[in-house]
């Protein structure tokens, strides 16, 4: 029977030297120059290392400087956190659209996780929204409005931070063919870690069942990548797992990871 794709158990500061030529100290006051060299030298020597084993170094790096992003698609990246990182702080951007199921997998995820769920919502109001802007902008400019209810309100979660990490992988989407696995963040001046970006999302459903996982009942019915919901649909039989979000527009990113 095949095993999830990371089973093993989580090193200490020495294994992960050991395994792979790291050497792993606290991080969280470096300088920018010097964290993004550290970012580099571990893509690289990290490229083949258990999501666990990346976690687990970010953790030892970071420390309390370090936070993880969640959209609650599923608990997956949560539940690694929780067992690589028990205590880390988990942020989720609660834009004011989510579907009510993903509100509710949140909740779940905060309740059962030895983690700290951190919800950061947009400054705008959708109602001063609507008033400023007109009704239903995410439908005459979605960029905007993801602008608005995502892209600032992350920035006011990440910083105090010195590094986060994401749920990306290489398989959802062309654009996310080359996610590294570490990498420096020049937008937000922090490291980016993506630990499952080598995973297929056979991996993700295998470690979801494997370890009880709690998953957003959307999944269930055709939703493969959830976001906000009006700009979220179903996917279709030999569509990648993203053909769901913006549908019909030429928008495939809501910002935050470009």
């Known amino acids: 029977m095949r095993t999830a794709p990371d089973a093993t158990t989580i090193k200490d500061a ?17 300088d920018d120059d010097t964290l993004e060299q550290l970012a580099t030298d571990a893509g690289s020597r990290l490229e083949e290392a258990s999501a666990e084993d990346v976690l687990a170094w970010a953790r030892l790096t970071f420390d309390s400087r370090l936070v993880v992003l969640a959209s ?13 990182a028990p205590g880390v702080d988990v942020g989720f ?4 659209l989510h579907f009510v199921e993903t509100l509710g997998t949140r909740d779940a995820i905060a309740a059962t996780l030895p983690i700290n769920v951190i919800s950061a919502r947009p400054a705008v109001t959708l109602e001063h929204q609507e008033r400023e802007l007109g009704p239903a902008l995410w439908e005459r400019d979605p960029d905007l409005c993801c602008a608005i ?7 006011r979660l990440l910083a105090p ?14 654009t996310r063919a080359q996610t590294p696995v570490v990498a420096w963040d020049p937008r937000r001046r922090k490291v980016k870690v993506n630990p499952i970006a080598r995973w297929t999302s056979a991996d993700v459903e ?7 996982i709690i998953v957003n009942p ?11 919901w009006p700009c979220t649909r179903p996917v279709g039989e030999g569509e990648d797992e993203r053909a769901g979000r913006w549908a019909g527009a030429s928008k495939t990113e809501c910002g935050i990871h470009l």
């Open 161 to 174: 931070y010195r590094a986060w990490v994401t749920g990306l992988r290489r398989d959802e989407s062309a």
């Open 218 to 228: 959307l999944k269930q019915i055709g939703y493969a990548s959830i976001g906000c």
């Open 14 to 30: 020495r294994d992960l030297e050991d395994a792979y030529g790291l050497v792993v100290a606290e991080a969280a006051s470096l």
């Open 72 to 84: 609650m698609a599923d608990g997956a990246v949560a539940n690694l956190a929780g067992r690589a």
């Open 149 to 155: 209810r995502k892209v600032e309100p992350l920035g």
């Open 206 to 212: 295998l470690y979801a069942a494997q370890h009880g």
């Open 93 to 96: 951007l609660d834009t004011g």
